[in-house]
Nanobody, 128 residues
Framework: VQLVESGGGSVQAGGSLRLSCKAS????????IGWFRQAPGKEREGVSY???????YYTNSVKGRFAISSDNAKNTVYLQMNSLKPEDTGVYYC???????????????????????WGKGTLVTVSS
């Protein structure tokens, strides 16, 4: 089982990045993929998820700026990040599990440590 993030980098405020999360080794369409981020000195927070049964979700701070999508043929989930702000800086991780686990972790902020599969993260740095 493997999740591999890519697409991070350094941009100026107002710029865009597209993160990718490539999954392998598990039934991609049976799992929900979520994105989390951790800023320096802060706790990890849930950012977005995409679920066959529960649709898509964004935390308030990224609504209208980020868009999550999935390419099942490539077993890949994307996070398009536009109008980036310095406060979006952090390491972005994708994670996969059953929908109820991911939804609880991202919407309610509970149980993220119980998610089955995590990538190693990709660093996003937004400068002002």
């Amino acid at each position: 089982v493997q999740l591999v993030e890519s697409g991070g980098g350094s941009v100026q405020a107002g710029g865009s990045l597209r993160l990718s999360c490539k999954a392998s080794g598990f039934p991609f369409d049976a799992y929900t993929i979520g994105w989390f981020r951790q800023a320096p000195g802060k706790e990890r927070e849930g950012v977005s998820y995409i679920s066959k049964n529960d649709g898509v979700y964004y935390t308030n701070s990224v609504k209208g700026r980020f868009a999550i999508s999935s390419d099942n043929a490539k077993n890949t989930v994307y996070l398009q990040m536009n109008s980036l702000k310095p406060e979006d800086t952090g390491v972005y991780y994708c994670a996969a599990d059953l929908s109820v686990v991911v939804v609880t972790a991202i919407r309610l902020g509970r149980g993220a440590n119980t998610l089955d599969h995590w990538g190693k993260g990709t660093l996003v740095t937004v400068s002002s």
